[in-house]
């Protein structure tokens, strides 16, 4: 299969094999040489650990026969957008993939169920400053925020048994500038302080996840493709007034109201619609289910994208610097009242789910690509105007 791999990519053009590799979250740059090489050396690495009763699996497969048994796998995911006071991080499930037995002799039809969203929050590790007053210095010094993020990971992390971890990579610096703002050294600190401390806890032995980097630009491309820049295959839906995405996973993106003026926002809200438009047609979408510990967070942000705005009443005391901001809703249940500051910023609460589906479509895309050749193609099939 290498070998047929590597003559069917050598036959491909450069905008081709970046295309794969966005599909499939591998870093795009370089001359047509460099990415056949770097495309033949990561297509083949799983980008998922699946457990099964028998123990941990990359590749995960289970026939479709024991498809309800105990032997079904799953691997868990915890996807963290960085931030100190606007940290978000979400837990997704994802079935290990079953193989049709009637397709066996052809090597088999892959199924994928779509993943499950069970936990979906935004915390503050520090918490901001009463009204003009300074914030303390202190909140941000190296003894408080390892202390942070030993109790995040310990606490609110790991009891979650998650099989693999990723974090937001930060940027060290703002639009290209030459300047390194304050608030980027304060967060790039606590990205680095969760990696020492899950290293440390895996070389412990206390913790056998495994924590992965992913560049939000990577995510931003599969997503949205070149939508952002002005030059990306963007069509109306017929019918239903709204825009759908022609970068192959068709994710739809609600009307603008208006028009956004940088990029940088362009992009956001870009994104936001994407999970907006997942919550607001739940039963048009294969895409992911949330679970019932992510609809209180997804009803306060459907409410919050759609428009329409709860009463400032909360039945619950202020939270404390490092607690988790519990938010009702009103998919799934619940009587609570959001406060509208709680819910006041939707795209840390969007990278980080966008994050972790990325992580699973670009599985899915990789062993599409690995296992059945004529996928390729379809990959590779340009879109219809």
Known sequence: MATSLSSRLSTLKIPQLK?????????????????????LDELPIPK?????????????????????????????????????????????????????DHNRSRGGTIKWEPPRVLAWRRIAIAAKG????????????PPTLSHLAYNLITHTFLPHKATQVLIER??????????????????NMFESMLWAVFETLRREKMTDVEVQAVLPGKVGAFWLGDEIGGRGEVMKKEGKGEEIDKKGEGALVAPRKRQLKTAKQRTKQAKIDIVGTWLSHPSDSSTIVFADGAKQTGGAFLKKWSGKRGKRKSKTPPKRVGEETEVSTEIGGGNKMVEEDEMSKLDDLADCLLQGIAWVKWEENRRRIIQDEGSLDQILKPSKT
Request: proline fraction near 5%; include cysteine.
């Open 19 to 39: 295309r794969i590799a966005s599909l499939t979250g591998i870093n795009t740059s370089g001359t047509k040489a460099v990415l056949t090489s770097r495309l």
């Open 48 to 100: 998922l650990k699946f457990e099964h009763s028998h123990g941990p699996s990359n590749e995960g497969l289970v026939s479709a026969a024991t498809k309800d048994g105990r032997g079904r796998g799953r691997s868990r995911i915890i996807s963290i957008d960085m931030g100190i006071r606007n940290l978000a991080y979400c837990v997704i499930d994802v079935p290990a993939p079953t193989l049709d």
């Open 130 to 141: 009463q009204g003009q007053r300074p914030q303390t210095p202190d909140q941000f010094s």
């Open 170 to 187: 930060q940027r060290f610096r703002t639009l290209g500038g030459s300047a390194i703002q304050e608030w980027t050294v304060r967060v």
